[in-house]
């Protein structure tokens, strides 16, 4: 039964809630207690009880098909994701509601993540198994968002995303950059220069097009931050650029290509067969392992393709330029990812400060000798 009694200076409404659970709440004016009482009374009698919570009855195989539905055409998913979502499925189970994982059952897969070693056999790298948290926290918070759960059980408890070590900056030295080159296959000398000519990334120089390439700009529109920029061609790259046009007379739309059976028919005896074998060029979609081979034989250790874009910004910084100017033609978002590279532009800043050399130095001894004879 519901009542307002009065408690002190205060007025208490009490009642039982659908559950059974006994509600008491204070309220200054007896005309509000009244007023949020009827309110509660009226609503339990419809059914409408705030209190009361939905049956949320999603399970992670709904969840998994709905994100697929609507994430599908990113890049990222094709990559990744999807082989993140399957292994969301067989941890937890597909046919398990999204209301019964627990934060504990997050913070068990994220530990059982940081012990499975990778398909190579490898230990797994921190920012993998952030990689793979950060998807799963997306598709909980798209879950909240589509009403198919009440809370996120992320919210429950501190993050769950491992610090990571950014601090790796491995570039190239000058020396290291000509040996590098000296031992690339002449379509792969053509990418590592323009990745080192223009801090591109790798997907953005293999997708690369002639179309893109006009005013002494490349037009990059599909970028990993879906915002489009232009890198500036400088005229070591420009020559790059016509070496290439030269030897492959616009036969393909894409800038770096091989020529297909051009080693076939150099290793064939038959004269027909070598005729009927002609030399397509085809686009460049991997480079990994010619790149690694190249990177052997010039005996550069501990370096990846990826480190080509830090050799641009570094040698960048170290020749003067700002890092405002490194942030836009890199493309990043923040100088926040620009900042690491700030300590190679120390000798730059020292050459900047000694233009002040003198300023506050004495007079030279002619100057002080005249100086003296006027003050005596």
């Known amino acids: 039964m519901a009542t307002i009694r009065k408690r002190g200076n205060s007025y208490e409404i009490d009642y039982f809630d659908p559950t059974g659970k006994r509600i008491r709440k204070c309220f ?12 509660r009374v009226s609503l339990i009698a419809e ?5 009361v919570k939905r049956d949320y009855k999603a399970t992670l195989k709904e969840l998994v098909e709905k994100y697929t539905e609507i994430f599908q055409q990113q890049t990222s998913f094709q ?13 937890f189970g597909e046919d398990t509601k999204l209301a019964n994982i627990r934060y504990v059952n997050l913070e068990t897969y994220r530990n059982c993540l940081r012990k499975k070693p990778t398909i190579k ?11 793979e948290m950060s998807c799963l926290h997306h598709i909980f918070n798209k879950a909240l968002e589509w009403e198919m759960i009440e809370r996120s059980p992320f919210d429950k408890g501190k993050s769950l995303l491992l610090k990571e070590n950014n601090k790796r900056l491995r570039f190239l030295s000058e020396d290291e950059i000509q040996k590098l080159l000296k031992e690339c296959p002449k379509y792969l000398r053509g990418v590592v220069e323009c990745a080192i000519h223009t801090g591109m990334r790798k997907g953005e120089i293999l997708s690369l097009k002639w179309s893109q390439i006009r005013n002494g700009l490349i037009y990059l529109e599909k970028t990993k931050t879906n915002e489009a920029r232009q890198v500036p061609i400088n005229d070591t790259l420009a020559l790059v650029f016509k070496e290439i046009r030269r030897d492959r007379q ?14 076939k028919r150099k290793t064939d005896k038959s004269v027909k067969r070598r005729k009927k074998l002609k030399s397509v060029p085809v686009a460049v979609k991997d480079v990994k392992k010619s790149f690694g ?19 641009f910004a570094s040698q960048m910084i170290m020749r003067g330029a700002s890092l405002k100017e490194v942030q836009e033609i890199l493309g990043h978002k923040t100088m926040t990812m ?17 233009l002040l050399n003198g300023l506050t130095a004495p007079k030279d001894s002619k100057n002080s000798t005249c100086h003296k004879s006027v003050t005596s």
């Open 121 to 131: 056999g490898t230990p797994r790298t921190d920012a993998a198994v952030n990689r």
């Open 338 to 354: 620009t900042m690491r590279y700030a300590h190679l532009s120390q000798e730059h800043k020292k050459k900047a400060v000694n």
């Open 79 to 91: 990559n990744w994701k999807k082989y993140c979502l399957d292994n969301f499925k067989i941890y």
């Open 47 to 51: 059914g409408r009880y705030l209190d």
């Open 28 to 39: 200054k004016k007896k005309k509000i207690a009244r007023a949020e009482l009827a309110k």
């Open 250 to 263: 616009f036969q393909s739309e894409h800038v770096f290509t091989y020529l297909k059976n051009e080693e």
């Open 293 to 311: 081979a190249s990177l052997t034989r010039a005996g550069i250790d501990d370096f990846k393709f990826h480190d080509l874009r830090h050799t």
